[in-house]
């Protein structure tokens, strides 16, 4: 079955440092997809980046970049130079792409609450 | 604007009453789900559905009924018989094709049981 495991509850960095949310994850099938999503306090949960398990190259999005390495079945996330706004609770997920996931379930990680300090 | 609306954002009720979450959304999306979060602990599928009239059981569906009358619309009852239905609950909605597609999400509804 597959699992997905935020080790880290939560982070607290002052603000302008840069900040690392670790995702690690099982699962049996060699299609899959990862995602991160990000929960500010409001609870709307927004979506950051989807990653499928054939792209292994890394992605940078302003501040934002993730680093996916399949032999360490690692999917982390780095926030550069926080800011206030980033305080959060960050969920990475998993999809399987195989025939038991024809609803696009999702599993989550339990996630990671980062609070930036000014 | 296109989204997920849920209504109402903070919902009181008494032990023993059964009630209803409304999930709506204009996206046009085939495959609608219901989350449920509790303090500290990430997202736990309650149940899904792919298309109308059809759904599915998700990991903690005992003591919660859904239906799929409508493409737009997916609401949630909590039934008497759910122990600890004071969460928060998250509605999601997305293109059913496994994994390709995110799952938006609404703004979710915070039920408090007393």
């Known amino acids: 079955a597959q699992k997905v495991t935020q080790a880290q509850t939560e982070i607290s960095v002052v603000e302008k440092e840069d900040v690392t949310l670790d995702c690690v994850y099982e699962t049996r099938d060699t299609t899959y997809y990862l995602f991160w999503y990000k929960q500010p306090p409001s609870g709307e949960l927004v979506f950051l980046i989807r990653?499928?398990?054939?792209?292994?190259q890394n992605e940078i999005s302003g501040r934002y970049s993730w680093n996916f390495q399949k032999s360490t079945s690692s999917f982390n996330f780095t926030i550069t130079a926080s800011q206030v706004v980033d305080s959060a609770v960050y969920f990475c997920a998993l999809s399987e792409a195989g025939g038991n996931n024809a609803g696009n379930m999702l599993t989550f990680g339990g996630g990671t609450r980062l609070m930036v300090k000014p | 604007d296109g989204g997920i609306t849920q209504s109402p954002k903070y919902l009181f009720r008494k032990e023993g009453q059964n009630v209803t979450l409304s999930c709506e959304q204009n996206l046009n999306h085939d495959a609608m789900y219901w989350y449920r979060q509790d303090p500290g602990q990430g997202l736990r599928l309650i149940y899904y559905s792919q298309i109308v009239n059809d759904f599915q059981k998700g990991d903690i569906a005992e003591g919660y009924s859904v239906s799929r009358e409508k493409k737009e619309s997916f609401p949630l009852t909590v039934t008497s018989a759910q122990k600890n239905p004071t969460a928060f609950y998250l509605c999601?909605?997305?293109?059913?094709?496994?994994?390709?597609?995110?799952?938006?999400f609404g703004p979710g509804t915070r039920l408090t049981v007393t």
């Open positions: 999601a909605s997305s293109i059913p094709l496994a994994g390709s597609y995110e799952q938006y």
């Open positions: 990653r499928n398990s054939f792209d292994e």
